[in-house]
């Protein structure tokens, strides 16, 4: 799978975990920075992230920052990017299984990078459940201008 991966200084040591577990796993990693621990902006790589998905250059991404809140909030306002910050591998699972989520989001601060990988592993095989409730829900998730579902 090609995967993209993004995030700013503060989350550039997990986001360098998570690459090489990506790798150790034979997946297809596009970085797309920061690359160190200087100062960087989390929208910097939120849009970095979303656009490679967007296109279909990667098939999932996944981004970190301290929080993993402000960098989630930035992938989310790209139409069809669903980023999900995700905490254990129950909420990594459901991000998949219920909203088709196809980024995944972490906080440096609150992640181990064990825990990462675990969630990693979980979030990139679990499939969309396709059940008529979720794909529902999904389809009102970009909204027009008027605020309804699409």
């Given at each position: 799978?090609?995967?993209?991966?993004?995030?700013?200084?503060?989350?550039?040591?997990?986001?360098?975990?998570?690459?090489?577990?990506?790798?150790?796993?034979?997946?297809?990693?596009?970085?797309?920075?920061?690359?160190?621990?200087?100062?960087?902006?989390?929208?910097?790589?939120?849009?970095?992230?979303a656009k490679a998905?967007?296109?279909?250059?990667?098939?999932?991404g996944v981004l970190v920052c301290s929080t993993g809140i402000g960098i989630s909030i930035a992938a989310n306002r790209h139409p069809g990017v669903r980023a999900a910050l995700c905490f254990t591998c129950d909420m990594a699972e459901r991000a998949r299984e219920h909203n088709d989520a196809n980024v995944i989001c972490f906080g440096a601060r609150q992640t181990q990078p064990a825990d990462a990988r675990a969630m990693l592993e979980a979030f990139l095989a679990t499939p969309f459940s396709r059940e008529e409730r979720h794909r529902r829900r999904i389809g009102k998730i970009d909204c027009p201008a008027t605020g309804e579902g699409a």
């Amino acid at each position: 799978m090609r995967i993209a991966i993004g995030s700013d200084h503060a989350g550039y040591a997990l986001k360098e975990e998570v690459k090489a577990a990506l790798k150790a796993m034979k997946h297809d990693v596009e970085d797309c920075g920061c690359f160190s621990t200087e100062s960087s902006d989390y929208p910097d790589a939120a849009q970095s992230v979303a656009k490679a998905v967007q296109a279909g250059a990667a098939e999932r991404g996944v981004l970190v920052c301290s929080t993993g809140i402000g960098i989630s909030i930035a992938a989310n306002r790209h139409p069809g990017v669903r980023a999900a910050l995700c905490f254990t591998c129950d909420m990594a699972e459901r991000a998949r299984e219920h909203n088709d989520a196809n980024v995944i989001c972490f906080g440096a601060r609150q992640t181990q990078p064990a825990d990462a990988r675990a969630m990693l592993e979980a979030f990139l095989a679990t499939p969309f459940s396709r059940e008529e409730r979720h794909r529902r829900r999904i389809g009102k998730i970009d909204c027009p201008a008027t605020g309804e579902g699409a």
